[in-house]
């Protein structure tokens, strides 16, 4: 908005308009003879075409909402460019605008008109909640150097600590005031008419975030093959302020852990086949092995429990025993007294006895013999008869 002095109609005013480039409207207030010109984009010369309602935000930026009455006129810089706000600048509106969060330094200019006069503004952020207010820490002064409104002006003798009021205290009831509300505070002069009061607020510098370090990693989700740990940070060094940038990167680290493999307990595998028994009968063994390879033991893992073999008994039954005789038994006496007569000894096919379908024994379990030539021949019966007598008469001289 352009303000131009010692314009006396509207019709001058809008004279002045249709001369400037970009001037969309026009205020006209006879009592001071100024004419305001509304720009609809910044000029070539911002002295001259000052910019629109709310300075262009940068991509990311936050915004603040600014409210500001001004009793009676106001001019207002942010950031040493002088901005169009909506309220024309003038005593029965509140003016509003948005500036960007990283803005350092605020600038009213209010020229009195005549009676005491004030400057109330307030800055919330997007929830509405106070970021500044008019109070005592703002500075001010009745005259003005230029650069004033700048971040880097240096501020002379004449400058001074505002003066506060509370709303309160300064036309309560009447609009726009009582549209701000109570804890605002005013910056009040009772400076004479027709003189200027320059006001300036430097902010406190932006402050990006910064990340601190980060804690200590957390447990490994896993004894063992690979798990994962993290570990975090926040965006507390120092934590952004005033629209200040967020930290980049993420507020969490993970890694892998106890990437060693687990340990693996030993399993048996099935037993092999029986092999063939060792012996055809009489009782032999079979062996039969299994691996502890199912799987086999890694990395500490416990072994197989039981052993790695197994054995049996086989072909139980008996060999074949083929029979064996014994020894003949001795000659037996003769069975006659005299002449010739025979003799008969045996063995038994018990040495072994056949077992188990084994052979009997060979050959014959007797043996004969004759002895014909061994005794005396038998007498005749004369000699029977002789030998007869002889005895009777030997018998009766023994009863005599």
Not at 292 to 315: F, I, Q
Request: glycine residues 12%.
């Amino acid at each position: 908005m352009l303000k131009v002095d010692n314009v006396v109609s509207i019709e001058d005013c809008t004279a002045l308009c249709d001369d400037q480039t970009g001037c969309v409207s026009v205020t006209h207030r006879p009592a001071t003879s100024r004419c305001w010109l509304k720009n609809k984009e910044f000029g070539a010369n911002p002295q001259d075409m000052a910019g629109v309602n709310s300075r262009n935000l940068k991509c990311g930026e936050q915004q603040f909402t600014m409210k500001v009455v001004c009793d009676d006129e106001m001019t207002l810089w942010v950031d040493g460019v002088q901005i169009d706000v909506d309220g024309q600048g003038v005593y029965d509106q509140v003016s509003t605008l948005n500036i960007p969060s990283t803005t350092q330094v605020l600038g009213i200019k209010c020229v009195n008109i005549g009676g005491g006069y004030g400057i109330m503004a307030a800055v919330e952020d997007a929830a509405g909640d106070n970021v500044l207010m008019t109070d005592n820490s703002w500075s001010c002064s009745n005259t003005a150097d230029d650069g004033w409104e700048k971040a880097d002006f240096v501020e002379g003798d004449n400058w001074k600590y505002a003066a506060s009021y509370s709303n309160s205290g300064y036309i309560p009831d009447g609009a726009p005031w009582s549209s701000m509300s109570a804890n605002k505070q005013i910056i009040w002069t009772d400076s004479p008419a027709d003189t200027t009061v320059y006001c300036r607020k430097v902010l406190p510098s932006t402050v990006d975030g910064g990340w601190s370090d980060f804690g200590g990693w957390s447990e490994c989700s896993e004894d063992c093959g690979t798990g994962t740990q993290n570990r975090t940070r926040s965006c507390t060094n120092p934590t952004p302020e005033r629209g200040g940038k967020e930290c980049e990167g993420g507020s969490t680290e993970t890694r892998e852990c106890n990437t060693q493999g687990c340990p693996v307990n030993g399993g048996w595998t099935d037993f092999e086949e029986w092999p063939g028994c060792c012996t055809e009968c009489g009782t032999g063994t079979q062996t039969r092995t299994r691996t502890c390879t199912n799987p086999t033991p890694e990395r500490g893992g416990k072994e197989c429990e039981g052993g790695s073999t197994e054995t049996r008994e086989c072909n139980t039954q008996g060999c074949p025993v083929n029979g064996g005789w014994t020894d003949f038994e001795e000659w037996p006496g003769c069975c006659t007294e005299c002449g010739t007569g025979t003799q008969t000894r045996t063995r038994s096919c018990t040495n072994p006895t056949p077992e188990h379908g084994g052979e009997q024994c060979e050959g014959s379990a007797t043996e004969t013999r004759s002895y014909d030539t061994l005794i005396l021949p038998c007498p005749s019966e004369a000699d029977e008869n002789a030998i007869s007598s002889t005895k009777q008469i030997i018998s009766r001289k023994d009863q005599s």
